[in-house]
């Protein structure tokens, strides 16, 4: 799987040329540079390939994939105003929405934490209450892990590990010019609250794995834009957004940021991280069972590259990529 | 796994009184303790069963196990004297020996990194690089992880599966008063370069498995007094090394830390952290076997509790029970 990238499927591909493979450059930015050149770095492990590097989740063996999420303080979440529970549930939370991103089961996960030393012990044991809580509610047993502690802030990594039961996991390089996009919530604003609180999409992805089975699908979790355009290089496509969906799209918590920041309300909705919403590509023809699971559309995958934006008055510009990105 | 742990085998422990169960105290210190306090958190969940919660790996589903360890910068490595390539492959090599502990095959391997924010690209990619190598060489594919960056010290988390591919896993829970206990190679001073280079005891783990199937097996991570009292806790059980054994298991680099600190030589053997030497406990019937792949032996497991020396003129006395441990 870590080998190059999944060809286009034939069928619906064949006008579409391939992107090159990624160059090997000398000046390095950002995370999703560095990811490409893990890509390169990791191409030849003699693994599964039905589940290109990169995607939300990786192939194990048989049925099983899995995923590792690492969270900081200060970077994730803020010890300051959080409590621990909340946090160990958010450490959780997150794996969780990488399984509904891929629409598999999730069934074990390992929790290996380093804890800041003035922690009380209480505090530690907290973390993984709200971990293992939050992973029960979704049939997810933590069962084991790392324990550390050091002077610096509190670092928490969550492995889980999970079935693809209800057909082959949805990747996000699969996406095809046509496909109509949608988004499973409202998005924007998750800094109010929702970034700690939210619920992973499990059981709809496995309902979209099951039945109506999207061209590409992968959670929201660094802004809409620019995991859309995630998914546009995966597939070797672009996207062209409306902006008279999106105003149905965007959260009220967006709104209320918006009355205190000044920025528009849709800037939060493209680009603040955090939503853990699912985005998918749907073919025209599962467009209706999208809109029954409550998905609300947003755009449309498009052949040319780069991600645009359609205004009310049908004009088109080109959207800035930008999101959340370690290593700016 | 993560309930009680397993009863003592009646075969060859009917006379061996279980202990009871670990009791809920207010205070809590020390690692043991947490783990002893996570061991009761995690103790519902509804998992295999045939590896009790705290062994090397957790087991995952069929004949997979896994397990997850992070090293911080400052703690485990210092990036100001290990190159980034030799980091990454001690990160993989740590969860290679818990898989050698347990007598797996290592598989497959995730690795979610959390970077010093100043650190160049290329660091990065030279603690993959490191991490990739190692697990190559072992069998065992790095295909995918997590990549984050923050302006505190750097932190890697590697999470490893394997397959229990040469017998059902080695566990800590089971060895039995008469086992002779042996390790696979001599202890002590690893700071003074081995903590980095130490070669994982993959095969000679696998090898025990298949053939000589000891009592029970770990790793010495933390020291071998301490990782040797988890073994007799876990089996409830104590133990007793022999000094005179013990003078031919001390490390040359125990010897040469002595010289430099004015220690003794063998206080470096017993508490020294990171051997990553196996420790087994051989039935009596099994000896000839452990001799044969080149293991020392150090002393016996004992039908009482604590762990003791014999010293060289017979002279029996307690031994602190001390290492590596976190929340100190």
């Not at 621990?84 to 939370?93: C, D, F, N, P, S």
């Not at 509904?100 to 069934?107: F, L, Y």
């Given at each position: 799987?870590?080998?190059?990238?999944?060809?286009?499927p034939a069928d619906r591909?064949?006008?579409?040329?391939?992107?090159?493979?990624?160059?090997?450059?000398?000046?390095?930015?950002?995370?999703?540079?560095?990811?490409?050149?893990?890509?390169?770095?990791?191409?030849?492990?003699?693994?599964p390939n039905s589940v290109?590097?990169?995607?939300?989740?990786?192939?194990?063996?048989?049925?099983?994939?899995?995923?590792?999420?690492?969270?900081?303080?200060?970077?994730?979440?803020?010890?300051?105003?959080?409590?621990?529970?909340?946090?160990?549930?958010?450490?959780?939370?997150?794996?969780?929405?990488?399984?509904?991103?891929?629409?598999?089961?999730?069934?074990?996960?390992?929790?290996?934490?380093?804890?800041?030393?003035?922690?009380?012990?209480?505090?530690?044991?907290?973390?993984?209450?709200?971990?293992?809580?939050?992973?029960?509610?979704?049939?997810?047993?933590?069962?084991?892990?790392?324990?550390?502690?050091?002077?610096?802030?509190?670092?928490?990594?969550?492995?889980?590990?999970?079935?693809?039961?209800?057909?082959?996991?949805?990747?996000?390089?699969?996406?095809?010019?046509?496909?109509?996009?949608?988004?499973?919530?409202?998005?924007?604003?998750?800094?109010?609250?929702?970034?700690?609180?939210?619920?992973?999409?499990?059981?709809?992805?496995?309902?979209?794995?099951?039945?109506?089975?999207?061209?590409?699908?992968m959670d929201i979790s660094?802004?809409?834009?620019?995991?859309?355009?995630?998914?546009?290089?995966?597939?070797?496509?672009?996207?062209?957004?409306?902006?008279?969906?999106?105003?149905?799209?965007?959260?009220?918590?967006?709104?209320?940021?918006?009355?205190?920041?000044?920025?528009?309300?849709?800037?939060?909705?493209?680009?603040?991280?955090?939503?853990?919403?699912?985005?998918?590509?749907?073919?025209?023809?599962?467009?209706?069972?999208?809109?029954?699971?409550?998905?609300?559309?947003?755009?449309?995958?498009?052949?040319?590259?780069?991600?645009?934006?359609?205004?009310?008055?049908?004009?088109?510009?080109?959207?800035?990529?930008?999101?959340?990105?370690?290593?700016?």
């Amino acid at each position: 799987m870590a080998a190059a990238q999944s060809p286009p499927p034939a069928d619906r591909r064949d006008d579409v040329a391939p992107a090159p493979c990624p160059p090997v450059i000398a000046e390095i930015r950002g995370e999703r540079e560095f990811v490409r050149r893990l890509a390169i770095e990791l191409s030849h492990a003699p693994a599964p390939n039905s589940v290109p590097f990169g995607d939300d989740m990786a192939e194990l063996g048989g049925d099983w994939l899995w995923t590792t999420d690492t969270l900081m303080d200060g970077v994730d979440f803020d010890a300051r105003v959080h409590n621990w529970r909340q946090i160990g549930r958010k450490a959780m939370a997150v794996s969780l929405s990488d399984c509904a991103a891929m629409g598999t089961t999730p069934h074990r996960a390992l929790l290996s934490l380093v804890l800041n030393d003035t922690l009380a012990m209480a505090d530690g044991l907290d973390i993984v209450r709200g971990a293992r809580d939050c992973g029960e509610r979704f049939g997810c047993s933590l069962i084991g892990g790392d324990t550390n502690s050091w002077p610096h802030p509190t670092v928490i990594t969550t492995t889980i590990a999970a079935i693809a039961e209800d057909g082959p996991p949805l990747l996000r390089s699969t996406a095809c010019a046509g496909d109509r996009l949608f988004v499973s919530g409202p998005l924007g604003g998750s800094i109010l609250g929702r970034q700690l609180t939210f619920e992973p999409r499990v059981s709809l992805g496995r309902a979209l794995a099951r039945g109506a089975r999207p061209s590409a699908m992968m959670d929201i979790s660094d802004g809409v834009v620019i995991d859309l355009a995630r998914i546009c290089e995966a597939s070797h496509c672009g996207a062209i957004l409306n902006a008279a969906e999106l105003e149905r799209a965007v959260h009220d918590d967006a709104h209320r940021l918006a009355l205190q920041d000044g920025k528009a309300a849709r800037e939060h909705a493209l680009y603040d991280g955090e939503d853990f919403e699912l985005l998918v590509a749907m073919p025209p023809n599962r467009v209706l069972a999208a809109e029954q699971l409550g998905f609300l559309p947003i755009g449309e995958i498009t052949r040319g590259p780069g991600i645009r934006l359609r205004d009310e008055l049908g004009r088109v510009s080109e959207l800035e990529v930008r999101g959340w990105e370690h290593f700016r």
